[in-house]
């Protein structure tokens, strides 16, 4: 079914953003459905993704970012650059340290946001399954009642290893300061202020 957990979040990202940012990177932009709503804000979006017929699919859908075929835990990013760097369901592909490269490619006053991913299952997760699967048939009614029977291209998947407790560990120690709340469907947001 097309429910898409991670654009459910996309409004809730948006209020995230520093007041007057102009630059942001979108690290893992799938199809770039996000990297776009960014440059609709104003932002100059650089928006990297290591899967190129992802990139390929978000390419094709235009709007506006610079999109590069670029794995962001190793590619060179400049420092003191972006007001906000997002990272919707990426994180989890690479490995936790690479925040810390993120930290330093944030300008001063930069916003890091990250939409993560998290393995074992909590209480509020219980709660979630039965939302979820109203969303799934909500959505999956409305697209079938306006004629579209095929699924939008998708970013590979792959199932993150750290627990919500260990996530929130690991990243008071590399991002002093940041602040971490867990989410319905799976996910968590992970806010910094550089």
């Known amino acids: 079914m097309p429910f898409d957990h991670n654009d459910h979040y996309h409004r809730l990202l948006l209020r995230h953003l520093p007041p007057g940012g102009r630059s942001a990177l979108d ?83 930069g916003r890091l946001l990250v939409l993560g991913c998290y393995a074992g299952v909590t209480p509020r997760d219980l709660a979630a399954v039965p939302v979820n699967a109203v969303a799934r048939a909500a959505v999956y009614g409305a697209e079938r009642a306006r004629g579209i029977r095929t699924p939008p291209r998708r970013a590979p998947v792959r199932q993150p290893e750290m627990t919500l407790p260990q996530v929130r560990a690991e990243s008071a120690r590399l991002l002093p300061g940041s602040e971490l709340r867990q989410l319905l469907f799976w996910r968590y947001l992970l806010t910094y202020t550089k």
């Open 27 to 109: 690290v893992g932009c799938g199809t770039g459905r996000f990297a776009r709503r960014l440059v609709a804000r104003g932002y100059r979006v650089d928006a990297l993704d290591p899967d190129p017929a992802t990139l390929a699919a978000a390419e094709a859908s235009g709007g506006g970012p610079r999109y590069r075929l670029a794995d962001a835990s190793t590619e060179g990013l400049p420092e003191a650059h972006y007001d906000v760097i997002t990272c919707l369901a990426s994180l989890h592909h690479m490995p936790f340290g690479t925040l810390t490269r993120f930290r330093e490619a944030l300008a001063p006053g």
